[in-house]
């Protein structure tokens, strides 16, 4: 389905981002992985996604809070494939403390990461795709674009901030084959879940048994954390041509929680 066609995934060395460049790789895309980690281990990942899908799979590990950092990912991105035909914004990361409290470079940081990182990927992917006449950008928000929980003020802000952005940039290019939206995953168990535990534990004066059990599962209707690969096949439909018209749209994948 997408052969020929070249995708980057941000924050796609560990949890979401990875199900979803699996996903990717595995319907024929090029894909550009990014992220941090140990470099033996990254690397072992990307050889084994190029020999369990065939792709071509590449790594480029730019931190995406640096404006100059991400030029240069898409320079290279863009220099290599010539466009970035889907682009999924997905590097995130929370911090769990009460307002008053909130350590101000945190606040920097993920706004950062989770907001600004997306505006420049965007701005600088678009006039290929524009050229091309075809493109897929596809933000991973939250439930909590949708909706706020206390003490993830910053997270909050930021999530909101991209369906923002969803709508405004998905008006802004309707007309020239290109598709922007959001997906808001509810709890889906991944290392950005497990680390929140403790501070949410100590915000909320709980133990980190109840943290799962009465905040986290609490939210959603099912009971069940959301799977990875749930979130990585609406991915690949939103990069599919049969995804056309779907665009503007912030789409809640969270077990029925923001339907309460
Ligand atoms: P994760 O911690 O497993 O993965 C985060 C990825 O981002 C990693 O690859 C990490 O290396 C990368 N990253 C962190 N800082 C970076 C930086 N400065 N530059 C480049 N890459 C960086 O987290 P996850 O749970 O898979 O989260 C992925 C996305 O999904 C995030 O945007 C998160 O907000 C969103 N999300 C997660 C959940 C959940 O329950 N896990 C729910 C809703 C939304």
């Known amino acids: 389905m997408l052969h020929g066609k070249t995708a980057l995934v941000t924050g796609s060395t560990s949890g979401i981002g990875l199900g979803i460049a699996r996903a990717l790789a595995a319907q024929g895309a090029n894909v550009i992985l990014n992220g941090f980690g140990d470099a033996a281990a990254t690397e072992a990942l990307r050889a084994g996604l190029a020999e369990e899908t065939g792709a071509s799979v590449r790594y480029d590990g730019a931190n995406l809070m ?3 950092a991400i030029e240069a990912m898409m320079g290279r991105a863009l220099a290599e494939f010539g466009a970035v035909d889907v682009l999924v914004n997905n590097a995130g990361i929370q911090h769990v403390a009460p307002i008053d409290e909130f350590p101000t470079v945190k606040w ?3 706004l950062a990461l989770n907001l ?7 701005r600088l992917a678009l006039p290929p795709m524009k050229a091309k006449k075809w493109g897929r950008i596809i933000n991973i928000a939250s439930a909590h674009a949708l909706v706020a929980s206390p003490y993830k003020s910053a ?3 930021a999530k909101h901030g991209i369906a923002g952005l969803t709508k ?8 020239q084959g290109i598709t922007m939206n959001a ?3 509810g709890y889906v168990w991944t290392p950005l879940v497990e680390r929140q535990i403790p501070d949410t534990a100590r915000a909320r004066g709980i133990s980190e048994a109840e943290v799962v059990h009465d905040v986290l599962l609490h939210a959603q209707p099912t009971k069940q954390f959301v799977r990875i690969d749930e979130i990585a096949a609406l991915a690949t439909y939103l990069a599919s041509d049969g995804a056309a018209s779907v665009t503007g749209a912030v789409l809640p994948v969270d077990g029925g929680w923001t339907a309460q």
């Open 116 to 122: 600004t990182a997306s505006f420049h990927t965007i």
């Open 183 to 185: 997906i808001c995953p």
């Open 155 to 157: 997270y909050v802000a």
């Open 66 to 68: 640096q404006q100059e």
């Open 108 to 110: 920097d940081a993920i």
């Open 168 to 175: 405004t940039v998905a008006l802004e290019v309707a007309q």
